[in-house]
């Protein structure tokens, strides 16, 4: 049977795309090491200021996308991407970072909101059985994007010499980034949306801004919310690591393009097996959460003690003209494969996250506002690693400090896996009126943001 624009699969792959096209390239871009720059102190302050009002936006995207739709939300937000890098064409003429760092702050707003409606969509839309197979079709869609964005700098600067990213490559990823906004617009409202047994996946009747409120503030005091902090806080601590002082430090620019794309291609791997893990009928859900548990947990642990042994090797990186290239197969086949597997880290971290938030509940409003604060605390940890290494904290203490973050969050972790039930509560369901109503006022915002 053929996808049906209006099933939950579809609306999936369509903001898998969104994601490939917007934050696909933005990850490409960081992954070059300080945004494809020489020096990366414009780029380490510019993504201090997008993670900083990620943490704000990250935590109010819920109630946003609640109240204004997915469609024209994600829209909007598509276009801080394009903006974020077309600074860089502007850093690259001026050596003038404030616009750059004042993109940052703008798409920290943007990426608030489009990451909790993709995430809403994500694990709200499958069915309990389907989320971990639901999350790894996002993850792969969305890392080709980074593998594409990994493509572009190595084969635009595969002759040049320089430290950074070309004009050419910054002008592509703006084209791309502005395709991806325009997609967003290809997206159904959830009220419309069905799953393949027929059920809805609008759970709740139709919100108002005081509702949200009070939502977002009981976030704070909720248990498992807090007890997951030390997970979200962690979760993208560790990119700064990996891509300024493994990609960034030791490799050429071509060479740090030709990483990405395995970085970012082996994600897909690493989604997609632990999947399988995730959604196994053999065993029970709290079950499949201890052993995915205990695989991101010995992961990482050899993950960071691979980056220990080659930070004691190169403890002061390269220098540019000595920097690895991916043709000095003596030098470069170790920390390639290190950076491959950190690729693969993320993506069993993050997938395990995704499917850890998506059992606490079905209801798509609240995962709305679950998945917002995952992202905006991750975010509080991003902008402190990306500032820790714009003041030139020595490369050993920020890989102390991804370690022993990482170990710190593991027994909260555990806690977490532990509440989980064999079958999520959907206490918010309400009548068919509340539905119909819920319908209509989705009805009547998107015709009024046509309107305007």
């Keep these: 049977m053929g996808l049906r624009y209006y099933s939950a699969m579809t609306q999936v792959i369509i903001v898998g795309f969104v994601c490939f096209l917007c934050p696909g390239m933005f990850n490409a871009l960081n992954g070059t090491g300080g945004g494809g720059q020489l020096d990366p102190t414009a780029g380490n302050n510019a993504n201090t200021a997008l993670y900083s009002t990620f943490v704000v936006f990250g935590i109010l995207g819920g109630a946003i996308v609640n109240l204004c739709g997915v469609r024209w939300t994600i829209f909007g937000s598509g276009f801080t991407y394009a903006l974020y890098s077309g600074s860089y064409i502007y850093l690259n003429h001026t050596g003038n970072s404030s616009f750059t760092i004042a993109a940052g702050a703008i798409l920290g707003i943007g990426a608030g909101i489009l990451w909790a409606a993709q995430g809403m969509i994500m694990v709200s839309y499958p069915r309990e059985e389907e989320k971990g197979h639901y999350i790894a079709i996002f993850w792969v869609i969305f890392n080709l994007g980074g593998m594409l964005g990994g493509i572009l700098p190595f084969a635009i600067n595969y002759h040049s010499d ?19 906004a325009f997609l967003g617009l290809a997206l159904a409202p959830p009220a419309k949306v069905t799953r393949d047994d027929g059920s809805s996946v609008v759970l709740v009747k139709y919100t108002n801004l005081g509702t949200e409120t009070m939502e977002i503030l009981k976030l704070f005091i909720n248990p498992l919310m807090l007890a997951l902090l030390p997970m979200c806080f962690t979760s993208n601590f560790f990119y700064t690591y990996q891509f300024d002082n493994i990609n960034g430090a030791l490799f050429n620019v071509r060479t740090r393009g030709f990483n990405n794309i395995f970085y970012w291609g082996f994600q897909m791997v690493g989604s997609y097996a632990i999947s399988f893990l995730l959604d196994y009928s053999g065993f029970g859900r709290k079950t499949r959460g201890y052993v995915a548990f205990g695989i991101v ?50 993506a069993l971290y993050q997938t395990f996250a995704y499917w850890i938030i998506g059992a606490l509940s079905n209801d798509n409003q609240l995962l709305a506002r679950y998945i917002g604060f995952y992202k905006g605390m991750q975010s509080f940890g991003g902008a402190i690693s990306w500032q820790l290494d714009a003041k030139n904290v020595a490369p050993k203490n920020q890989l102390v400090a991804n370690w022993v973050l990482f170990a710190l969050s593991v027994p909260s972790m555990l806690y977490v896996v532990w509440r989980i039930k064999e079958h999520s509560e959907d206490q918010n369901v309400r009548k068919d009126s509340d539905l119909e109503k819920y319908v209509s006022n989705v009805a009547d915002d998107e015709t009024s943001a046509v309107a305007n």
């Design 297 to 346: 947990l010995v992961f990482f642990n050899a993950i960071w003690g691979g980056s220990l042994a080659l930070h004691n090797k190169y403890p002061d990186g390269l220098p540019l003209d000595n920097r690895i290239d991916f043709k000095d197969s003596s030098r470069a086949s170790g920390p390639i494969i290190l950076y491959i597997f950190c690729g693969v880290g993320d």
């Design 162 to 180: 320089s430290g950074s990213l070309a004009d050419g490559v910054y002008i592509a990823f703006v084209i791309l980034e502005c395709l991806g």
